[in-house]
Nanobody, 129 residues
Framework: VQLQASGGGLVQAGGSLRLSCTAS????????ITWFRQAPGREREGVSC????????YYADSVKGRFTISSDNAKRTVFLQMNSLKSEDTAVYYC???????????????????????WGQGTLVTVSS
């Protein structure tokens, strides 16, 4: 039972990447799936969240309009399409999944301490300027 994150790489500023988070051993039903990132010397921050319960999505202000989160339930995969990448997007990106009550998702999705069940191993995104 695990999450597998993939899709990172080296890209020039202004380019695009698509990250994938695939579940094995469980389905995303009733889970909130969130992408986090952590740059060297910085705290882990929430980037984008998808609530499988009602399809709600949330984004950090720094990525709104550039990143899009989506899912393919048949493939048990959540994607993060990242466009117009900037050097400040350079980080290790992690996906995490947790059962969060729908009424609490908006208020809590950014906090990595909420995610106690499943974390992916991280995938490195490097944006060169």
């Amino acid at each position: 039972v695990q999450l597998q994150a993939s899709g990172g790489g080296l890209v020039q500023a202004g380019g695009s990447l698509r990250l994938s988070c695939t579940a094995s051993g469980f389905t995303f039903d009733h889970y909130t799936i969130t992408w986090f990132r952590q740059a060297p010397g910085r705290e882990r921050e929430g980037v984008s969240c998808l609530s499988s319960t009602d399809g709600s999505t949330y984004y950090a202000d720094s990525v709104k309009g550039r990143f899009t989160i989506s899912s393919d339930n048949a493939k048990r995969t959540v994607f993060l399409q990242m466009n117009s990448l900037k050097s400040e997007d350079t980080a290790v990106y992690y996906c995490a999944a947790e059962r969060i009550p729908p009424t609490l998702v908006q208020a809590t999705w950014r906090d990595p301490r909420v995610y106690t069940n499943f974390w992916g191993q991280g995938t490195l995104v490097t944006v060169s300027s």
